[in-house]
């Protein structure tokens, strides 16, 4: 049996999102059937919703960041019941016999993780759609508990922008007295320095565009350092155990890397594709300096990382949004015209 659903899908790189109908499996004996009540919009949607990586499969309903209700569950599910405050990310499932998957990091799969859009369903090889929808069938091991006291609104951008710059920040064991720097204030960005400053490291904000202090600082930055500064950068040589970059696009490295402390690490989130120029490896070796990049978080992490932001309320900076407004929010995206994540109330998306 199916549900017949509304959401709103591209049915080509070059339309706008439109409101599209699609079918929902009934819950199988492991799964949990949700309300959608907020989904966040994530620059993924976009590039997705345009084919900008290549492979889109279309229609396409795009949104990993979701918060919703849990409106039923499978006989064999335990741990959720109807009324439960829950989340979904950027994952439905995984094959869950590799050796990531046995050590948590199922977005490291080594048959690759379902995404929660413009994937395939492991079972049955139907299309999985997205949080731009009424509602989602989601596997147990998948779904996430909301702390009751995060606003849902801001909560939602946890489940992408919040864990994949946890997941660095867990990995390299960031803590009091960590010296951490954030390339960009954006979506990820702002997050980075929250969740940094969060876990009582001293954080510092490197960025091209000058202007950006008061907000850096209420957001938890201690320091702003602008990178096209040659004396400010200068002033901070060897200063960070770690670099979080969050910038989509191509850009120069090797500025940063005389900012790394020794054993320092910088890490990628943002940018998908080719360095350019080339790496200067001198200070890598002359260091031990390392670049990396890093993928969301495992299942786990992003439990670990919900829980902390409940302990500590921390949420996104998003502006809400009616769902008849997503073509117009993409635009703005291209123009970093938010402060810092849309969210969509899908109570706006009505038959």
């Known amino acids: 049996m199916t549900t017949t659903v509304l959401g709103y899908a591209a049915k080509s790189a070059t339309d706008d999102l439109a409101p599209y109908r699609f079918t929902r499996r009934d819950p199988r004996a492991n799964d949990v059937a949700i309300e959608i009540l907020y989904c966040g919009v994530c620059h993924s949607d976009l590039h997705t919703a345009r084919n900008d990586w290549g492979g889109t499969t279309y229609p396409v309903v795009p949104g990993h960041e979701i918060i919703g209700r849990v409106v039923g569950v499978g006989d064999a599910v ?175 490295l090797n500025p940063y890397l005389s900012t790394l402390a020794l054993d320092g690490t910088l890490v990628l989130v943002g940018l998908l594709g080719n360095l350019v120029p080339t790496l200067n490896t001198v200070p890598l070796i002359m260091g031990r300096k390392s670049v990396a990049g890093s993928l969301i978080g495992g299942i786990a992490e992003t439990q670990a990382m919900l829980d902390f932001c409940g302990e500590q309320g921390i949420t996104a900076d998003v502006e809400v949004i009616d769902i008849q407004n997503i073509n117009e929010a993409y635009e703005r995206m291209l123009k970093s015209d938010v402060k810092y994540r849309f969210v969509i109330d899908m109570a706006s998306l009505t038959a």
């Open 78 to 252: 335990t741990r959720f019941k109807p009324g439960d405050r829950v989340g979904v990310g950027c994952m439905v499932d995984s094959c869950q016999r590799c050796a990531p998957c046995g050590q948590g990091l199922e977005q490291y799969c080594e048959e690759s993780p379902t995404f929660t859009y413009d994937g395939s369903d492991r079972q049955d090889q139907t299309p999985t759609y997205g949080g731009y929808s009424q509602n989602i069938v989601v596997s147990d091991q998948f779904v996430l508990k909301i702390p009751e006291g995060l606003d849902p609104k801001g909560a939602a951008p946890l489940l992408c922008a919040g864990i994949t710059t946890w997941s660095p920040l867990y990995h390299w064991q960031v803590g009091e007295g960590s010296r951490v720097a954030v390339v960009g204030l954006g979506g990820l960005g702002h997050m980075a320095l929250k969740l940094a400053k969060g876990l009582g490291a001293e954080v510092t904000l490197l960025t091209r565009s000058p202007g950006k202090e008061e907000d850096a600082r209420r957001l938890g930055a201690d320091h702003i350092v602008i990178s096209t500064d040659e004396g400010q950068m200068a002033a901070a040589k060897n200063q960070f155990d770690l670099i979080i970059d969050t910038v989509p696009t191509e850009h120069d």
